[in-house]
C-alpha cells in the first residue's frame, strides 16, 4: 500500500519544468550599449516618485570598473518601487538588494545618475563564482545572438567581466 | 486488489488527469510569486485608453489599425467563466505614464530617449520617446498598487515602436517593426522597412501579453517551484500561454489565450463571485509564503488527499 501511495503522489504531481528557451540581448550588446559596467555592493535602496512614477535608487559601491569611468559609489536607477502607501510593479525590471554584489550595465542619466540598462538583462546578482540576470519578468523574442557572443545569462563572473571588457 | 486500493487508484489517476495549473499571479513583491500580496483590481470594469497617433512613425505604418488592432485585443481576457472585463475608453492624445492619474493608458512610442539627450519619466511624456534602454524590451507594463492590500489602482502599458529610422550608429533600427495583419505578413526585409536584423512584432500578441500583466497575472513558464508548472514554453505550440514570455517575430498565437490563461483569468475574477485574494487561492504548501497562485498542480493534489481520506475510512469501516 505504501509504495501505491508513492506511485500515486509522483503521478499526481508530475508536470513539466521547461524554461523559456527565447534568446534576447548579449553580454557584448549590453556592453555596447553602456557607457559604464560596474562590478560592485548594493549598499542602499531608496525609492521615490519622480515625475508620475516611482524609480528605485540603489546605492552601488564599485570594486571594478569593466567598462567606462565610474566613480567609487555610483547611483542606479530602475523603475518600480514602494513609496508610502503607493507601489509600482514595473515587469521586467532589475530589481536590487541592500548588501547583493552586483555587475549593472549603466547609461548616463540626469543628475550624476545611471539607467540600468535593458532591464533586468542589465543586472547580474553574482553569487559566488557565478553570476547571474533575473529575467523571469522579462518577454524574450526568440533572436540569436551574434557568432561569438552570449546571451545575458547565467555565467561564471570571470567570463562575464572577460565579455564585457572585449566588447567593441 | 481490494476495494481501498481500487479507489485510491481511480481517485489517484483522476488527479493526474487534471491540468496542473500553471498561471502565476502577480504580487506586491516583483519577481518573488511567493512573497507579497496578489495584485487585483477591486471591479470588473476597467478602463483603458489608447494613444497609437503620437509615434514618429505610425505602428502598423496606420496608426488607426494599431487602436484597432490594440481595442480588438483586450476582449480575449473576457471568457465565459467572468465578468471581468476591459473597457476601451477610446484614443488618447496623452503620452503620460502616470500612476496617480488613474488613466489605463497604451501608449505607443518610438525613439530612444537617450538620442534626444534627456531622460526620465517628463522626457517620455515630452518626446513620447522609449526610457527604458535601448536594448531588448518591447513592451512594458506598469502597474500601481496598493502595498498593503494588493488592489490595482492604475495600469499603463508602453510599447516600443520604429521610429522610421533606416539604422543608427550600429547599423540597426531603432525600435521594433509593429504589425497588425493577421497572420503577420510584414518581415522586416519586406517594405516599408526593407531592412535586416529587426524584430517585428505583431501588435495583437504584445498587447495580449501585456493585458495580461494589467489585470494581474505574472508569466508562466518562468519560476521554480511550486510556480514551474508549465504547460508549454514552445511559442510556437498552440497550448503555450499568452502568459509565456517566449515572443516569435510576427507570433501572433497569443491573441487568443490558452486554457490555462483563461483558468487564471476565472480563477482570480470567477463570473458573479468574489475576486480570489490571495488567502483564498494559496496552496496549502505555499501559505507561508503568501501570496502563491498556479505552481504544482493543486486540483490534482485536492484529488490526492480525497484518494487518502477515503481509503483511511475504508480501512476504519473494515476494522470496526
Redesign the interface.
Same mark, same amino acid.
Given at each position: 500500500?505504501r509504495k501505491?501511495?508513492a506511485l500515486?503522489?509522483a503521478?499526481?504531481?508530475?508536470?513539466?519544468?521547461?524554461?523559456?528557451?527565447?534568446v534576447?540581448?548579449s553580454v557584448e550588446?549590453?556592453a555596447?550599449?553602456s557607457d559604464v559596467v560596474v562590478r560592485g555592493r548594493v549598499i542602499s535602496t531608496t525609492a521615490r516618485w519622480?515625475?508620475?512614477?516611482?524609480y528605485t535608487f540603489a546605492e552601488v559601491q564599485v570594486s571594478a570598473s569593466l567598462r567606462g569611468t565610474a566613480p567609487a559609489r555610483i547611483t542606479a536607477i530602475t523603475?518600480?518601487g514602494?513609496v508610502g502607501?503607493?507601489?509600482? =510593479? &514595473?515587469? *521586467?525590471?532589475a530589481?536590487f538588494t541592500s548588501g547583493e554584489e552586483v555587475v549593472v550595465f549603466l547609461?548616463r542619466?540626469?543628475g550624476g545618475t545611471y =539607467? &540600468?540598462? *535593458?532591464?533586468a538583462?542589465?543586472k547580474f546578482a553574482v553569487e559566488g563564482k557565478v553570476a547571474r540576470p533575473?529575467v523571469?519578468?522579462?518577454?524574450?523574442?526568440?533572436?540569436q545572438v551574434r557568432a561569438g557572443e552570449r546571451r545575458a545569462e547565467a555565467m561564471s563572473v570571470d567570463e562575464l567581466e572577460t565579455r564585457v571588457r572585449s566588447a567593441r | 486488489m481490494s476495494r481501498s486500493v481500487r479507489v485510491v487508484l481511480a481517485v489517484t489517476l483522476l488527479a493526474a488527469a487534471v491540468p496542473a495549473e500553471a498561471f502565476v499571479r502577480s504580487t506586491t513583491v516583483s519577481g518573488q510569486p511567493g512573497q507579497g500580496l496578489c495584485l487585483y483590481w477591486n471591479t470588473r470594469q476597467v478602463t483603458y485608453k489608447v494613444n497609437a497617433t503620437s509615434a514618429i512613425a505610425p505602428p502598423c505604418q496606420v496608426a488607426s489599425a494599431a487602436e484597432a488592432l490594440t481595442a480588438a485585443s483586450f476582449p480575449a481576457w473576457t471568457p465565459s467563466c467572468t465578468d471581468f472585463q476591459f473597457v476601451n475608453g477610446g484614443p488618447s492624445t496623452s503620452t503620460a505614464v502616470n500612476g496617480l492619474d488613474g488613466v489605463n493608458l497604451v501608449v505607443f512610442r518610438s525613439g530612444l530617449c537617450s538620442d534626444l539627450g534627456c531622460a526620465g519619466n517628463a522626457c517620455a511624456t515630452q518626446h513620447n520617446c522609449w526610457d527604458h534602454g535601448s536594448v531588448g524590451t518591447i513592451a512594458l507594463t506598469t502597474t500601481t498598487f496598493v502595498p498593503s492590500t494588493g488592489q490595482i489602482t492604475d495600469a499603463d502599458m508602453e510599447i516600443y515602436g520604429w521610429n522610421g529610422s533606416t539604422g543608427g550608429a550600429s547599423g540597426l533600427p531603432t525600435g521594433f517593426y509593429l504589425t497588425c495583419a493577421s497572420p503577420a505578413s510584414t518581415t522586416c526585409a519586406r517594405p516599408p522597412y526593407g531592412l535586416t536584423g529587426c524584430t517585428y512584432i505583431d501588435v495583437g500578441n504584445i498587447v495580449t501579453h501585456e493585458a495580461g500583466h494589467m489585470l494581474g497575472l505574472d508569466h508562466t513558464c518562468s519560476y521554480p517551484a511550486p510556480h514551474d508548472s508549465c504547460p508549454s514554453a514552445n511559442a510556437s505550440d498552440p497550448n503555450a500561454p499568452t502568459m509565456n514570455p517566449e515572443v516569435l517575430p510576427g507570433e501572433t498565437g497569443k491573441r487568443t489565450l490558452a486554457p490555462d490563461d483563461v483558468n487564471g483569468v476565472c480563477t482570480v475574477y470567477p463570473l458573479g463571485a468574489a475576486t480570489a485574494t490571495c488567502s483564498s487561492v494559496t496552496p496549502p504548501a505555499a501559505k507561508s509564503g503568501g501570496c502563491s497562485t498556479g505552481g504544482v498542480g493543486g486540483e490534482a493534489m485536492g484529488l490526492l488527499g480525497v484518494s487518502f481520506m477515503i481509503a483511511r475510512r475504508l480501512r476504519r469501516s473494515r476494522s470496526s
Open positions: 500500500m501505491l501511495f500515486a503522489a503521478l499526481a504531481t508530475a508536470s513539466p519544468a521547461v524554461a523559456a528557451q527565447a534576447a540581448t550588446d549590453l555596447r550599449a519622480s515625475e508620475g512614477r516611482i523603475p518600480g514602494v502607501d503607493v507601489g509600482q =510593479r &514595473v515587469d *521586467g525590471a530589481v547609461g542619466s540626469q =539607467r &540600468v540598462n *535593458g532591464l538583462q542589465g533575473d523571469s519578468r522579462l518577454d524574450f523574442v526568440a533572436n | -
